[in-house]
Nanobody
Framework: QVQLVESGGGLVQPGGSLTPSCAAPRTIVGLYVMGWYRQAPGKQRDLVAMITSGDTTNYADSVKGRITISRDHAKNTVYLQPNSLKPEKSARYYC??????????WGQGTQVTVSS
């Protein structure tokens, strides 16, 4: 498993934005997918966006046009940029790594709270 470290969550006002990040301790060898998921209390964990090792992106229908996922290869870091956040989007956001072969990894999550 690869230890993933999420950061960048916190409190943001409605309509605002922030940029959670997910850092891996090393470069991942081979093909892989990294993604961001969110989970509100009492609800299932849902995919928000994903990005492949080749920088192909994919977004959940519910966040298309509102989310940007990107990565910094030099820093082994993936970023999530949600825009126009609403209170109902408050949740804990988790980073996920799925290598083509090997063990899937999850971060501990970072809390995003949208409130005025």
């Amino acid at each position: 498993q690869v230890q993933l470290v999420e950061s960048g969550g916190g409190l943001v006002q409605p309509g605002g934005s922030l940029t959670p990040s997910c850092a891996a301790p090393r470069t991942i060898v081979g093909l892989y997918v990294m993604g961001w998921y969110r989970q509100a209390p009492g609800k299932q964990r849902d995919l928000v966006a994903m990005i492949t090792s080749g920088d192909t992106t994919n977004y959940a229908d519910s966040v298309k046009g509102r989310i940007t996922i990107s990565r910094d290869h030099a820093k082994n870091t993936v970023y999530l940029q949600p825009n126009s956040l609403k209170p109902e989007k408050s949740a804990r956001y988790y980073c996920n790594l799925r290598p083509t072969l090997g063990t899937e990894s999850w971060g501990q999550g970072t809390q995003v709270t949208v409130s005025s």
